[in-house]
Each structure stands twice: as structure tokens, then as C-alpha cells.
């Protein structure tokens, strides 16, 4: 299979392999195993999987890398997501947006500076210190300078003269994955997910293993042979579906 997935990175552009029909059946039997485990345990899962397709890549480009392949899989970028309302506990459907920019070093103006940044290398649960590890070269009266190569007392007042709203910017502007969903009903919600984990398990639902597994039935009886419809990407098997569900209404 070709590699047809484009995905920019900051050092260029990359192409990835889709995911196959095959793919999101393990991904389905991996979300399924997951009900039985802790959160830690599900952390260590999907650090296992994505490091399954993306090993040689960073492990914090991963779940970006992740998302664009399985959008341009399934050939779509908003799925509809259920929650119930905490307030009337009405059952709502709303649209995820899991749609991504390209991914760029972000570079921001403040105090008459220009900061470059690099994108992270690790995971940081303390934003000051990813934004400060981040910074990659200072740019004052046209001439750039290397963070590293600055005295403490210079990064100091660098530091200092970034604002709240522009380190809000720059924190957002370094996590390479990032969603809000809205969720609408007697208030406006707003969740914003910028783990994988929490994705991947609010997309692929264990309850969904039996209807894949109806459809690659209804396939079969229509003439398709197994093995080509596991290798089919799920956008195809998608158009199958719908090809032979409408030759049975004729």
C-alpha cells in the first residue's frame, strides 16, 4: 500500500501507509482490553501501540502523527460523539473536530523580542518549564541569539517579559496534539483533550466490535473475499458497504 497520508512536520514533509481494516480491528480488541485495566496501564498500552507504527519518530510527535493517519483513513475529520447533559441528563450527539493544522516550531513577539521555539522533546506537567526548555534562539535588533548561549540573567528577562495570555499561546502552540469538543445542551461546555489516551477512547468504541464484524459478513455474502476486505482502508470498506447495501435495495 502506498504511503498516501501527507503529514507535515517541522522538518519536513512525511507520507504514512493508512491504517487498514485490519488496523482498526486491533485497534478495537486494544480499546476493549483497556475496560479491564488501570489508567496507568492504559497509558503504557498506547505508548505501546503508537510506538507499534511511529517507533522511529519522537514520542511526542507520535499521537500527532497518530491522528493524521487515522482521519485519512477513515476519510473523515468530525465524528459524532454522545454525552448526557449534567444538568437535565438529556442524551446528546455532538461532532468532534479532530481535524489538525500542520505541525510548525512556533515563533512569538513580545517586548520588542522574537522568540523561536523548538517543539518539545519529552512530556512536561509543569508548562513553565516545557516553554523554558523550548525556546530555541532570541532574535533583538535583527540579530538572532541562541538560547543556550544567553547568560541567566538575559533568559531571566526574557521570561519575565512574556505575558499571561502570550504564555497561554505559546503553551498551546507547542502541544503538538490538541482538541476541544462543545458540548451544547441547558450550558456550553467546553473539554479540551491534549492526550492521546483520552482520544483514543472517547473514538474507538469496544461496543463497536460486533457491527465490524457484521459488516465484514454482509461483504463476504456480497462476493468480497475476506482477506481483501481486512486490507482494504476503512474509507473503502466504508463505500463498499454502502455499494452493496444499495444494490439490495434495487
Not at 498500552?45 to 511526542?60: C, H, M, Q, R, S
Not at 516545557?130 to 530555541?136: E, F, P, V
Request: hydrophobic residues 40%.
Amino acid at each position: 500500500m502506498a504511503n498516501i497520508i501527507r503529514c507535515v512536520l517541522p522538518d519536513g514533509v512525511h507520507r504514512f501507509k493508512p491504517f487498514t481494516v485490519a488496523d482498526y480491528r486491533d485497534f478495537l480488541l486494544v480499546r476493549n482490553d483497556m475496560q479491564h485495566k488501570t489508567y496507568e496501564e492504559q497509558k503504557v498500552i498506547i505508548k505501546e501501540l503508537l510506538a507499534d507504527y511511529f517507533g522511529e519518530y519522537p514520542e511526542t510527535l507520535r499521537p500527532y502523527m497518530f491522528m493524521k493517519v487515522f482521519t485519512g483513513s477513515i476519510g473523515k475529520t468530525k465524528i459524532p460523539v454522545a454525552f448526557t447533559c449534567p444538568t437535565c441528563e438529556k442524551q446528546k450527539q455532538v461532532l468532534f473536530d479532530i481535524s489538525q493544522e500542520d505541525l510548525v516550531e512556533p515563533t512569538i513577539e513580545v517586548a520588542g523580542i522574537t522568540i523561536a521555539f523548538k517543539l518539545p522533546e519529552k512530556e512536561y506537567e509543569d508548562k513553565a518549564a516545557m516553554i523554558y526548555d523550548c525556546i530555541k534562539a532570541i532574535k533583538y535588533n535583527n540579530q538572532w541569539y541562541p538560547w543556550k548561549e544567553m547568560s541567566e540573567d538575559n533568559q531571566i528577562q526574557v521570561i519575565e517579559a512574556i505575558d499571561f495570555t502570550t504564555f497561554e499561546k505559546i503553551y498551546t502552540q507547542l502541544t503538538p496534539m490538541r482538541f476541544e469538543l462543545k458540548m451544547k445542551c441547558c450550558e456550553l461546555r467546553t473539554n479540551v483533550y491534549e492526550d492521546i489516551l483520552s482520544v483514543f477512547k472517547l473514538l474507538i468504541n469496544p461496543d463497536e466490535i460486533f457491527s465490524f464484524y457484521q459488516i465484514n459478513h454482509t461483504l463476504v455474502k456480497s462476493s468480497y473475499d475476506l482477506n481483501s476486505i481486512m486490507g482494504m482502508i476503512p474509507i473503502e470498506r466504508s463505500i463498499a458497504l454502502s455499494l452493496v447495501e444499495k444494490d439490495n435495495k434495487k
